[in-house]
């Protein structure tokens, strides 16, 4: 289906930033048995933090793990199993942030189940964990046809992707959709071009490659669209 | 005079807008620095940025700087030693010292502010005599003080119970206090003296003055002669390395006026080197920004080979040089270098051998990590992000109940 770059949206689409002030909360763990009855027993925004506000709080250029714990198997305990195994799971497979505390608690029983010593961290690198506080905050930059979309998404910044494909979603319950395609869908339809938002595998790539990928699906799929924002 | 437009080219327009939108929505708030010195440690690099940027965003921002004595200033060094976990004792009447120099200086404070931000233990008293002069007050704690000493944290504890907010630069410094505990990342200036570009001719310059030859590569310690950064065991990996691959180290350490310890280490230093005519030790005032500056950019690689260390500044100015970092595995350190990506971490003067062996032979994989660590620090640690972190801060703890607040 072709539609012009200039054809209005109904609702225009106005971007949020997303400001993160990380929060330590002065508890650690130096082994994975303790991590994992932190795990059980912290708040859910502790739990929220590390799985999925810390890619924007800091992260690593090419960081390969899409979680900190996984991170932290990985480097601290220098358990690359367990590594593997926190980095496959998916948060996204479920519906609320109790389901994704369960699915962690599940990895991390299941793997100190089948292992005859409890991993330990080495010296310095402990697990310390932290929740955050959030400004979120209307931008001024809105984008009421599919053209100033393109042009917009190169100007806001990675929170802005974050918010849009994590904050809005999972804090704020809001609906399984991210709201780049929920907007393009109720916008302009343009269904192949939504289903393609919608399978980018975003748990597992960095906020720059996020928007990397974004852009590049509507380039695709909206060439001289797109091509006139560049 | 540098402006915040000048960070565009650097770090993208778009954070820059970012930074006068949120800065609209607080509004023209009054904004109080106090530290102990102008000149000197990373603190007061950072101050000398962030408060005239603070001030082009419409913020009323002032620096306060404390005045002490000698015996001051041997208080608060013990003081933040014992942060970092050393055991030292400070007798009643020391702790009065402190005290009564804190009074002296609150004296000479009339303003009125909407926050106060006090950096480190030095000015924290102020608060017993200030605190009707503003709304808000937040300590924010630049030191390592993930396993501080108990004597002395119980009597700072105290004082900085008293604070509504606390601010720590990593998650394993926070402490337990009645109050909401932040976390905020150091950061450099990148059109600083110490880290704006320079010419390959100002660089061969201070290389010339300093009398350093480029005849064989490199290493690279910058810091002050403190314990705590290991000078003598860099001297001791160092001679690791020479017995298989020729190079040279220099040291080059920085005073500030608020460390009473630098001549002893100084001298502990200049016996672990003597003798060795690749070793140059070089001690720079605190102003030697530019020298600093040329030196990590002819540095082959950069060590920062710290046993306690609160951020780690050195270590991210090395990285936004582009250069292979080797740090000890402490604090910030741990957090900016990651293995085979941003730098090294190592454990000791043998591990630290071990890297610079490991790099000096693969020149490649250097130029590489030093890339990736110059986009990481672009990221995450220039002064920019610490404006940003700054005017969060402000908005949270206008609005203290909400861990969301939508604008």
Redesign the interface.
Known sequence: MKISPDQPAENPFAFRECFLMPMPIGKKAINLRELLQAVRELDESVLYYHIFQSRLAIAQPGEEYPNEFARWAATALQDIKLAEKLSSFDPFDYDNLAQVRQAVVDILEEYLWDIPYVPWARSGFEFYFCEASTVVMRSQIRADTLLKFCESLRKVGLDSMYYHFFEARWRLGVRKADDFSFWIETNFGLPELVAAIRGIDIYFYSLREIRDTLLGLIHQHLGELCDRTQ | MIGLNDYAPIVG???I??LQ??AE?LGPRRFIHVNSTRAGGGVAEILYRAVPLLQQLGLDVKWEVIHGDQKFFEITKAMHNALQGYKVHLSPAMLDHYREINRENARKFTWESDFVLVHDPQPAYLINFLRPQAKHWIWRCHIDASRPERHVWKFLQEIVSQYEASV?S????????PH??????PSIDPLSEKNRELTTAEVQEVLDRLEIERDKPIILQVSRFDSFKDPVGVIEAFRMVRRHTPCKLVLAGGEAIDDPEGPRIFAEVMEAAKDEPDIQILLLPPDAHHEVNALQRAADIIVQKSTREGFGLTVTEAMWKGKPVIGG??GGI??QL??Y??GFLV?SPEGCAFRIRYLLHRPEMARRMGK?AR??VR??FLTTRNI??Y???M??RENPT??????
């Open positions: 327009q778009e954070v807008d970012q939108r949120l929505r720590f990593m998650s394993q410094f926070a402490q337990n206090l909401p505990q932040y976390l905020i990342r595995a402490v741990v957090l990651r293995d990506t941003t454990h990736m986009e990481f990221q995450h940003r972190d005017l969060t801060l908005i949270l909400e861990r969301i607040m939508e604008l």
